[in-house]
């Protein structure tokens, strides 16, 4: 049996493999803190070494950090995948279904924000169907305080805003 170390990596590189969409750390340590496979910080040197090693890689937001798989990650996976037992398989596959929804809704819908060169405030929000942008609209504000607030309400009222846009635009 490969190492505890190992098994991990590889429940990552499968977990990712899985979905057509990233995975956000917390979704990735919630999977192994649920099933009381290890504890939070080994999986964040999992994760580490897993970007180190250019087998997944990271995009991160001012309050979120998204995972995805490389090529790299597919090969290795596929040359390995019989190392994952069975019942991690199983755990991976009912952890997957049973999040599905929340598991996209925090991936489809993004939000940041970034000082520009003028010292104004460029807020970036996006929502995001299966690998494609539905909209990725960038505004600009004044104050951090007001970026943030765009942010956390692009999070709550995107169907809203993305509704009210297309009928505006569509007429």
Known sequence: ?????????LTILN????????????QISN??????????????QVISDLVD??????????????????AAGKETLAFFKDKITDAIERD??????????ELRNVNSILADYYKTPNQDYAVRCQFRERGTNLIDLTLTVKKKE??????DNWKNQNEDV??????????
């Open 31 to 44: 999977f192994f803190l649920e099933q009381d496979y290890t504890d939070y910080f080994r999986v964040q």
């Open 53 to 70: 090693a250019e087998l997944i890689r990271a995009e991160s937001t001012h309050s979120n950090t998204q995972y995805y798989i490389t």
């Open 92 to 101: 991976t596959i009912a952890y997957l279904e049973k999040n599905q929804l």
């Open 146 to 151: 007001q970026a943030e607030a765009i942010c």
């Open 1 to 9: 049996m490969a190492e505890p170390f190992t098994i991990y990596k």
């Open 162 to 171: 993305y509704a009210y846009l297309m009928d505006i635009l569509m007429k």
């Open 15 to 26: 977990m990712l493999d899985k979905v057509d969409f990233p995975l956000t750390n917390t």
